[in-house]
């Protein structure tokens, strides 16, 4: 339990950060011109025009059915970063890339992470999970070593990157979320690593995200602050009322059925919120490689636990899946949207299309008949 005296404290820290980032908020609303957003990818893209609507113009670094964990910033990439007034992260180590392309930019302006309060999932092992997947990775592939051992640096540095974020965000909620920020701050010391990143996955921490990225409007754009609150307002009903649809749907499921396989380890966030567990022959990024043994193991859950269907991923190879699905005689249960919207032709053109998209299909793949 913190003492009074640590609140007041942080308190004070808030102010100054406000007053701060008052110096560099951007006067977008004087201009009349829409706010330039940068978001790192889709879904928090879609979330930002959601709550920005005309008000502002939105770029998602890694667009539709790209991978966020394997992407390389293009020049192009730091340009439009270079000239954002504000831009939409989700941390917990996601954007492995993020802190050298901030650097190469020199951006200024206002940062938001959406994860920022979340209840974030630990990973086993104490977060060295990753790590070790890299390192076992070096082993097998000396030639990429250099590259590898660069990332991890990065993944480092997101202390620091976080440390700087979670200031923002205590001004942006000064009042609001006193106990968050004690529970943020008990996470500060543990590596960043530590956290599974696929905090969207779960549509009680969306709401979450679209708070940060409301803030975060409001904070560039103040004079438009009631319209940002307004959409985001709209929106949480929206996502609240999903939440519930989806919890219908899969409450059905029996519980012998509750397993959902997929690609790489995306859905612990979806599998807390609605009692599903979920298994992946690939880590927490796609960057890491699925062992023999763990790819072995997979095969004799789905065989003893009588599992009927695998879920293919839209931003992964599905070869493996498919191999997986041959040898186990399992189904290829249809395509889930683990980190990337489709395309607007596709599935899930929306970041609320994409959850229920992946729910009804986990529904209908695995509901007896
Ligand atoms: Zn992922």
Do not use: C
């Not at 979340?118 to 070593?145: L, N, Q, R, V």
């Amino acid at each position: 339990m913190p003492t009074r005296r640590t609140l007041l404290k942080s308190a004070a820290a808030a102010a100054i950060a406000v007053a701060a980032l008052a110096a560099v908020a951007p006067a977008s609303a004087k201009s009349g011109k829409p706010l330039k957003v940068v978001a790192t990818f889709s879904i928090l893209g879609d979330m930002v025009s959601r709550i920005g609507g005309d008000l502002v113009s939105v770029t998602a670094l890694v667009g539709p059915d790209g991978d966020t964990h394997v992407y390389r910033p293009t020049p192009a990439a730091a340009r439009t970063v270079s000239e954002a007034d504000i831009l939409v992260v989700n941390g917990l180590g996601f954007e492995g890339w993020l802190d050298r392309l901030i650097e190469t930019t020199g951006f200024k302006g206002v940062r938001a992470v959406a994860t920022a309060g979340i209840d974030p999932i630990a990973t086993e092992g104490g977060g060295h999970d990753d790590h070790d997947g890299h390192e076992g990775h070096d082993d097998h592939d000396k030639g990429k070593s250099a590259d590898r051992h660069g990332d991890k640096h990065q993944g480092h540095d997101k202390h620091d990157e976080h440390g700087h974020d979670r200031h923002h965000k205590e001004d942006e909620s000064a009042g609001r979320h006193g106990d968050k920020h004690d529970d943020h701050d008990g996470h500060h010391g543990h590596d960043h690593g530590a956290f599974d990143p696929h905090a969207w996955q779960s549509l009680r921490h969306a709401a979450v995200y679209i708070d940060n990225i409301a803030a975060a409007l409001a904070k560039a754009d103040p004079e438009n602050a009631s319209a940002f609150y307004r959409n985001r307002a709209a929106y949480a009903a929206e996502l609240k009322a999903l939440d519930a649809e989806i919890r219908r749907l899969l409450a059905a499921l029996p519980a012998d059925r509750r397993t959902v396989v997929t690609s790489h380890d995306a859905f612990q966030y979806f599998g807390r919120d609605y009692g599903l567990t979920f298994v992946a022959p690939q880590g927490l990024s796609t960057e890491s490689e699925a062992s023999a043994k763990d790819v072995v193991r997979l095969i004799r859950l789905i065989r003893d636990g009588g599992i009927r269907a695998v879920f293919v991923e839209n931003i992964t190879d599905p070869r493996l899946l498919k191999q997986i699905a041959d040898e186990t005689g399992a189904a290829i249960g249809g395509t889930l949207y683990p980190g990337a919207l489709s395309g607007p032709d596709g599935p899930a053109p929306t970041y609320i299309d994409l959850m229920r998209h992946n729910a009804r299909t986990i529904a209908r793949a695995l509901a007896p008949r």
